[in-house]
Each structure stands twice: as C-alpha cells, then as structure tokens.
C-alpha cells in the first residue's frame, strides 16, 4: 500500500514540476527528462501494482539508466550554484525510493 502511495505522490510532484515550467524555460534537458521520468513512473507503477509490464532484463537496463541520467542531469548539466544541501537532501529523499522500487522490479521476482 505505501508503494502504491509513493507512485501518486512522486507522479503528482513530477507533473505539478513539468505543467508549472513556462514554455520558454524548457530546455532540451527537459525534453529528454520527461521522456525518461514517464518510463521510470511505469516501472514504479508496475512495482506498486504487481504488473509485469516488459521484461526484467529492460528494467535492469532502466535502473541503471534512470539513475546515471539523474546524476548527468542534476550535477553536471546544473550549474553548481543551483546545487544546494538542501536540494541534494530533498532530491534523495524523493528520488531513492523510486530507484528501490526499480531495483526490487528488476531483481526481485514479482508475487502472483
């Protein structure tokens, strides 16, 4: 139940983050972005959900994918200024259990 939580949560702070950007503020950073986070949100969801959606094999790909593209995104295509504690703190605190969620669905057999 708390998996299933997590995924509207994290899905409602991603869509209220990309619908609040002016259209002139998104960048092709963004554009690759969205692309990556509305596939990390189906294996989130398919985990939340116990839905095989595609095969381990993908998701193992993904796992590692999602998260170097996170890391590419956030320290070296930001500049360093923008780059807090705070907001360093507050990313992991958001972001480490949808990468748990993905390891889980990548390794772990899913329950019938």
């Given at each position: ?53 595609g ?31 705070t ?14 969620a ?11």
């Amino acid at each position: 139940m708390i998996w299933k939580i997590y995924s509207w949560i994290f899905t409602g702070i991603l869509s209220l983050s990309y619908a609040s950007m002016p259209p002139e503020a998104v960048s092709s950073r963004e554009l690759i972005d969205i692309p990556i986070s509305t596939i990390s949100l189906i294996g989130l969801f398919g985990f939340a959900f116990k839905r095989r959606i595609g095969a381990r094999t993908f998701w193992q790909f993904w796992l590692f994918t999602a998260i170097s593209w996170d890391l590419i995104y956030n320290f070296l295509l930001t500049t360093h200024a923008a780059v807090t504690v705070t907001k360093v703190a507050l990313g992991a605190l958001i972001f480490i259990p949808e990468y748990v969620a993905l390891y889980k669905y990548s390794f772990q057999p899913q329950p019938e």
